[in-house]
């Protein structure tokens, strides 16, 4: 049976599979527990594991810059690092030229774990059950709408 058309107009704007939000916001969730059971045996949560792949692009920045990278302010960022310090996976010390500047880099446990995490994006892919094509499509439309929402890099 068809689904009943609304009786105001108005309603069906309203309606949660219409929302661009809820889109987003389900396919978040569902992707964050997607990676649950992949990153368990590295001992990472999925906000850990974002921080790892960036300490792995760049082995020594600003918790500020970190924050940057990742759109995390510092009250997020600092449990996630105590965290991961506390793990043995970074080190966090005051930069030498500026005391007021946290310097975060990998320690030898952390770059190690690199190698460990290199088979979670083709696991990922392999169970989204989509084309390299159409995931990079995805990752660029995403990726603008994100840049849209958050004109200079606000």
């Not at 997607?34 to 999925?46: D, E, H, I, M, V």
């Not at 310097?103 to 952390?110: F, H, K, Q």
Request: hydrophobic fraction near 40%; glycine fraction near 4%; aromatic fraction near 4%.
């Amino acid at each position: 049976m068809p689904d009943a058309l609304p009786t105001n107009p108005s309603d069906d704007l309203l309606s949660l599979d219409r929302q661009l939000c809820f889109a987003l916001y389900s396919a978040s969730l569902a992707m964050t527990k997607l990676y649950k059971p992949l990153l368990a045996p590295l001992g990472l949560t999925y906000p850990q594991y974002l921080v790892m792949m960036v300490l792995w692009e760049h082995a020594d920045l600003t918790v500020n810059d970190l924050g940057k990278r990742l759109q995390l302010d510092s009250g997020t960022l600092t449990p996630l690092l105590k965290r991961l310090e506390a793990a043995g996976l970074v080190q966090r010390q005051r930069d030498q030229q500026d005391e007021r500047r946290v310097r975060v880099t990998l320690t030898a446990s952390g770059l190690a774990l690199k190698n460990q995490a290199q088979s979670i994006p083709q696991a990922v892919g392999c169970q989204v059950d989509m084309t390299n094509q159409e995931l990079m499509s995805l990752r660029t439309t995403l990726s603008d709408l994100r840049r849209r929402l958050n004109p200079a890099g606000a």
